[in-house]
């Protein structure tokens, strides 16, 4: 099995992605600290807020299901991750979030489609 990894990018997302309440705002970034601490590298709070920016987003379009402008269209009885057009999401989110390591946002964005959509 193919394992994922550990980026400072996609260890921030994968712990917003859970974040549906600001009251959890604390909690999440105390768990993202925990985690960046195995990286080695300095938290930051910029960093993590434009993950958040880009979690919103995500979520905001992918939640449109086949009303999104990304839902090419379903491709069987049940939802998949095929139903959007991953790289135009890629192309159009890239131009907005160029810091964001390109594998991390390609993954950024299968996990957000897996979780947001087929789920």
Same mark, same amino acid.
């Given at each position: 099995? +193919?394992? *994922?990894?550990?980026?400072?990018?996609?260890?921030?997302?994968? =712990?917003?992605? +859970?974040?549906?309440?600001?009251?959890?705002?604390? &909690? &999440?970034?105390?768990?993202?600290?925990?985690?960046?601490?195995?990286?080695?590298?300095?938290?930051?709070?910029?960093? &993590?807020?434009?993950? *958040?920016? !880009?979690?919103?987003?995500?979520?905001?379009?992918?939640?449109?299901?086949?009303?999104?402008?990304?839902?090419?269209?379903?491709?069987?009885?049940?939802?998949?991750?095929?139903?959007?057009? !991953?790289?135009?999401?890629?192309?159009?989110?890239?131009?907005?979030?160029?810091?964001?390591?390109?594998?991390?946002? &390609?993954?950024?964005? =299968?996990?957000?489609?897996? !979780?947001?959509?087929?789920?």
């Amino acid at each position: 099995m +193919y394992e *994922r990894e550990e980026t400072y990018d996609f260890i921030c997302f994968s =712990e917003l992605a +859970y974040e549906w309440d600001l009251a959890d705002k604390a &909690v &999440v970034e105390s768990k993202i600290k925990r985690r960046i601490n195995s990286l080695n590298v300095k938290y930051n709070q910029k960093r &993590v807020n434009n993950i *958040r920016s !880009l979690r919103h987003e995500l979520f905001e379009e992918i939640s449109l299901g086949s009303k999104s402008k990304y839902f090419i269209n379903a491709k069987g009885k049940f939802a998949d991750i095929g139903d959007f057009n !991953l790289d135009k999401m890629y192309i159009d989110y890239k131009e907005r979030y160029t810091e964001i390591d390109n594998s991390d946002l &390609v993954n950024i964005i =299968e996990f957000a489609v897996y !979780l947001f959509y087929v789920r």
